[in-house]
């Protein structure tokens, strides 16, 4: 609600030891500055940030931007897709391309390894999902039964079964094995951005399934899946039971969702907003971050905190 405060950062020449003399102007104080960080507050608004600079960059792995990324369990390998219209896996340690996956038609929204780090699961703008070897770079499975482009994805353990959701409002559970659609877990009415699929707190009431679950369905027994909506709701769906369990209304659209702990959750909105809640009371969030209106893209748990990408 308040005005914005613009400022600019001069490089004025490098010392001796290679650090560059930086000059920020009126509002804005430059601290720390080393070769690869430059700590940047605003006195007036109590605020800071330290800008870092990259450890790596990998260049020539795609002529666009980057819409979605994934580095498998063990590191050695990363999977990538872009507005290029291509998805690659590369070498972690030096963006050497070793596969080019093609079979989508249009864009590739979202790409992930299974836990084996030899296996990645796709989902793309044409309503497929599919799955592929990463050693040889063939498709192995494709689903088919969504209506609209799929958004995200969510694998449940070690990949026996697998989650999406997409623009048509549903989020499906996939049984690898037989490349079947499992059920549909959720009806929302509006696109699905995100998903997320973690171990429910024991205290939770997930609800009771209408019918017993396919023999197929492996490992959904107490856990909880949480859809970040289009229409400013974040919801969670108790996973084998199909039963809501929870509704908490935000200030825009849920782009991303993410499990801190069985009990703490976080989700990202378009307006610039991470959510912070208990699962076992979402009637007022723990805390609401908000560095800047851009929108929240995506989360990650990392150590004691989170990662949190923004959109510009």
């Not at 703008?125 to 689903?143: G, H, N, P, R, Y």
């Not at 609800?207 to 396919?214: D, F, H, Q, W, Y």
Request: net charge neutral; proline share 4%; with cysteine.
């Amino acid at each position: 609600g308040k005005p914005t405060l613009y400022g600019s950062l001069t490089r004025r020449g490098l010392s001796t030891e290679g650090v560059p003399d930086i000059a920020a102007s009126e509002g804005f104080v430059v601290g720390e500055v080393t070769k690869k960080s430059i700590l940047i507050s605003c006195p007036h608004e109590n605020v800071s940030t330290k800008f870092l600079a990259p450890y790596t960059t990998f260049s020539r792995i795609h002529q666009k931007s980057i819409t979605c990324l994934d580095i498998s369990s063990g590191g050695g390998l990363g999977v990538s897709t872009s507005t290029d219209g291509t998805m690659k896996i590369w070498q972690a340690a030096n963006g050497e391309i070793r596969r080019l996956l093609e079979g989508h038609v249009y864009d590739v929204n979202c790409c992930r390894f299974f836990p084996s780090g030899l296996v990645v699961l796709s989902g793309g703008m044409d309503a497929q999902l599919k799955i592929w070897s990463a050693e040889d770079a063939s498709c192995v499975v494709t689903f088919k039964g969504h209506k609209g482009g799929i958004l995200d994805t969510a694998i449940v353990d070690r990949g026996r079964n697998v989650l999406s959701c997409s623009r048509d409002g549903t989020a499906r559970l996939w049984d690898c094995g037989k490349s079947a659609c499992l059920g549909v877990i959720a009806d929302c009415g509006s696109p699905v951005n995100g998903i997320a699929v973690g171990t429910a707190d024991n205290s939770l009431n997930l609800g009771m399934p209408e019918k017993a679950p396919s023999e197929r369905e492996i490992g959904t027994e107490g856990k909880i899946l949480l859809l970040a909506r289009e229409d400013k709701k974040l919801q969670g769906v108790g996973l084998q039971s199909r039963q809501p369990v929870f509704f908490f209304i935000g200030s825009d659209a849920f782009n991303c969702c993410t499990f801190l702990s069985s009990t703490y959750i976080l989700a990202g909105t378009q307006d610039g907003n991470i959510y912070q809640l208990d699962v076992r009371n979402t009637n007022a969030p723990i805390q609401v971050i908000h560095r800047s209106g851009a929108p929240v893209l995506s989360l990650l748990p990392y150590r004691d905190g989170f990662i949190a990408s923004q959109g510009k």
